[in-house]
């Protein structure tokens, strides 16, 4: 699972990793929806997240990252809640945002966007990387 890009499908991503990982079938009228969670965290770009990755009839669709509380960076170490924690990394791996919303930071590409959304009251925030095929 070193490289995900937009159309790929779920053999081309997953093969003895699967594992490693709690997967979820979801079928109804419009078809089938499959989510592989993260066991544990995983590091990458220099924060620990635990992740889901999302595929809608075999093909992905979106990969959501979610912070650990307790990160092993001193730079991220010092941040107060999961929401600073993915702005700080966002900023550092992506530049600056091409909007910025109430809810987080939006980043739009040609072959899809990714979406930082943060919910005050419950104060729980994710990283959504959405893909365009």
Known sequence: MEHIENGMKIEEIFNEDKNEFIVTNIENEDGKIIIFRSK????????????????YNGIIEHISIVAAKKQENDIYEKCKDEDEVHKLWLL???GVPTLKEQFGYIYLFSD??????????SGSSEIIFIMHS
Request: with cysteine; aromatic share 20%; proline share 3%.
């Open 112 to 121: 899809g966007k990714i979406c930082s959304e943060y919910d005050p009251r």
């Open 40 to 55: 544990k965290m995983i590091s990458y770009k220099g924060a620990r997240f635990r992740f889901n990755i999302q595929f």
């Open 92 to 94: 550092n791996n992506y």
